[in-house]
């Protein structure tokens, strides 16, 4: 199997987690190498569904290596109530490791992400409150705490005292909230620390001889590219890079061992929080797709937004990350609609029409999409399991997707089971 990164080629949600399932059963390691606890990844196995929020979604196979990289920024608590979960429904967690250099969420990285939030108004960003925008401003801003300080009991101490002052500052002389207490903080993080001691070690070497040898690592995106913190939609974006490039920036592998990067993304398009959405569909049609397509959020349960799918940002996805494959999921969630749209290109207030993607789409208000009208398809399709079954105007959508993107569909998903992937093309 070749060394692949798994990227979401829309706003998130796209389900990375059943791709990266699928692929691990081949592959020696998985590796998460971006964002935190707000994102959200389902793996459904028989009757069980499984939602994960940091453990790599290749934990279902036990002699799989799952890897939370140094690019991933980690909230203790809610890392140690995943870890125990699954512990209780039977599942072994001694693959799991950690990376001594992934930084810590702390309590002021929550309150502030949530304060901040607020005091933008109407300008609100939609971030999930998790402190995870915090976290990795610390991080930049040299100031944060790494998992190899959390489990050195002397030196978290250390760096918490350092560190917290000024944040007190932040908290109580701008918005005006009650400071922290570093003996709390130290007794809640040390218990801890006791819990995740043992998985953490240093994970880039550990990940590069996979990669160098195995040639058989998965690495696990969050998020998608289109909330890439430079080349999403800015402002409405994430904290970190989702996108391919972030996987050699998360693990500390280069990138001549990436073999190969798979972009997942919906039949159809959706979004959550704030921020331009072209092909957004606010009647009953948006419901629908919701409805058939459990369109909530794994870690927040949010509504997302839902609309038509959008090949200007499906192109773009696949410039900006160099894909190979496109996984195509959630085909069955359009079965019963009498038609279906692809946004082919965008058309401004003055009637310019655009097929690229404007770096300032976050403030194009204005954008309308230009569409592609299909025929839909009745049939149930959640049973098929091979592309010459499905409806004949199911394989036209399809077809015509791979067309406009320029790249080739690897596979298709008719349902949230393992067993509900028609593969087209072999991309291990």
Same mark, same amino acid.
């Given at each position: 199997?070749? +060394?692949? %990164?798994?990227?979401?080629?829309?706003?998130?949600?796209?389900?990375?987690?059943?791709?990266?399932?699928?692929?691990?059963?081949?592959?020696?390691?998985?590796?998460?190498?971006?964002?935190?606890? +707000?994102?959200?990844?389902?793996?459904?196995?028989?009757?069980?569904?499984?939602?994960?929020?940091?453990?790599?979604? =290749?934990?279902?196979? #036990?002699?799989?290596? *799952?890897?939370?990289?140094?690019? %991933?920024?980690?909230?203790?608590?809610?890392?140690?109530?995943?870890?125990?979960?699954?512990?209780?429904?039977?599942?072994?967690?001694? +693959?799991?490791?950690?990376?001594?250099?992934?930084?810590?969420? $702390?309590?002021?990285?929550?309150?502030?992400?949530?304060?901040?939030?607020?005091?933008?108004?109407?300008?609100?960003?939609?971030?999930?409150?998790?402190?995870?925008?915090?976290?990795?401003?610390?991080?930049?801003?040299? *100031?944060?705490?790494?998992?190899?300080?959390?489990?050195?009991?002397?030196?978290?101490?250390?760096?918490?005292?350092?560190?917290?002052?000024?944040?007190?500052?932040?908290? !109580? =002389?701008?918005?005006?909230?009650?400071?922290?207490?570093?003996?709390?903080?130290?007794?809640?993080?040390?218990?801890?620390?006791?819990?995740?001691?043992?998985?953490?070690?240093?994970?880039?070497?550990?990940?590069?001889?996979?990669?160098?040898?195995? /040639?058989?690592?998965?690495?696990?995106?969050?998020?998608?590219?289109?909330?890439?913190?430079?080349?999403?939609?800015?402002?409405?974006?994430?904290?970190?890079?989702?996108?391919?490039?972030?996987?050699?920036?998360?693990?500390?592998?280069?990138?001549?061992?990436?073999?190969?990067?798979?972009?997942?993304?919906?039949?159809? &398009?959706?979004?959550?929080?704030?921020?331009?959405?072209?092909?957004?569909?606010? *009647?009953?049609?948006?419901?629908?797709?919701?409805?058939?397509?459990?369109?909530?959020?794994? !870690?927040?349960?949010?509504?997302?937004? *839902?609309?038509?799918?959008?090949?200007?940002?499906?192109?773009?996805?696949?410039?900006?990350?160099?894909? &190979?494959?496109?996984?195509?999921?959630?085909?069955?969630?359009?079965?019963? $609609? #009498?038609?279906?749209?692809?946004?082919?290109?965008?058309?401004?207030?003055?009637? %310019?029409?655009? !097929?690229?993607?404007?770096?300032?789409?976050?403030?194009?208000?204005?954008?309308?999409?230009?569409?592609?009208?299909?025929?839909?398809?009745?049939?149930?399709?959640?049973?098929?399991?091979?592309?010459?079954?499905?409806?004949?105007?199911?394989?036209?959508?399809?077809?015509?997707?791979?067309?406009?993107?320029?790249?080739? %569909?690897?596979?298709?998903?008719?349902?949230?089971?393992?067993?509900? !992937?028609? $593969?087209?093309?072999?991309? /291990?």
């Amino acid at each position: 199997m070749a +060394n692949l %990164v798994v990227v979401g080629a829309q706003w998130g949600d796209e389900a990375k987690g059943k791709v990266i399932d699928y692929l691990a059963q081949d592959a020696s390691m998985v590796v998460r190498y971006s964002g935190g606890n +707000n994102a959200g990844h389902s793996v459904t196995v028989g009757q069980e569904e499984y939602k994960f929020h940091l453990v790599p979604s =290749g934990i279902l196979h #036990p002699q799989v290596t *799952c890897v939370l990289a140094d690019g %991933v920024v980690i909230d203790p608590g809610v890392l140690v109530k995943e870890i125990e979960e699954l512990c209780a429904r039977g599942l072994p967690v001694d +693959n799991l490791k950690i990376s001594a250099a992934a930084h810590v969420i $702390l309590p002021y990285h929550r309150l502030q992400d949530q304060l901040e939030e607020a005091r933008r108004g109407e300008h609100r960003i939609g971030t999930t409150g998790r402190g995870i925008g915090p976290a990795y401003t610390d991080k930049a801003a040299r *100031c944060g705490i790494r998992m190899g300080d959390l489990v050195d009991p002397v030196r978290f101490e250390e760096r918490l005292r350092a560190i917290l002052p000024i944040k007190n500052a932040l908290l !109580t =002389g701008v918005y005006g909230v009650e400071p922290f207490d570093a003996g709390q903080i130290l007794k809640e993080y040390r218990a801890h620390a006791d819990y995740l001691r043992r998985f953490v070690c240093d994970t880039p070497a550990l990940v590069h001889r996979a990669a160098s040898t195995d /040639r058989s690592v998965l690495f696990e995106g969050a998020q998608g590219t289109m909330l890439d913190l430079d080349l999403g939609t800015y402002p409405y974006v994430t904290s970190s890079h989702p996108i391919a490039g972030g996987a050699c920036l998360g693990t500390g592998v280069g990138p001549t061992l990436i073999d190969g990067v798979i972009g997942v993304a919906k039949s159809y &398009t959706t979004r959550v929080g704030a921020g331009v959405f072209p092909t957004e569909l606010t *009647c009953e049609i948006g419901s629908y797709i919701r409805e058939r397509g459990r369109e909530y959020g794994t !870690t927040t349960g949010r509504p997302r937004r *839902c609309g038509w799918l959008d090949i200007v940002a499906l192109r773009y996805a696949a410039q900006v990350n160099g894909m &190979t494959y496109i996984a195509l999921g959630h085909l069955d969630v359009l079965s019963g $609609l #009498p038609e279906v749209k692809i946004c082919v290109a965008y058309r401004t207030a003055e009637g %310019v029409v655009m !097929t690229g993607m404007p770096s300032d789409l976050a403030f194009r208000t204005e954008i309308a999409p230009v569409y592609e009208v299909l025929p839909g398809w009745d049939t149930d399709i959640s049973e098929v399991r091979t592309l010459e079954d499905l409806p004949c105007n199911a394989r036209a959508y399809v077809r015509r997707v791979e067309e406009l993107i320029g790249v080739p %569909v690897a596979s298709l998903s008719v349902g949230p089971a393992r067993e509900q !992937t028609i $593969l087209l093309r072999d991309p /291990r």
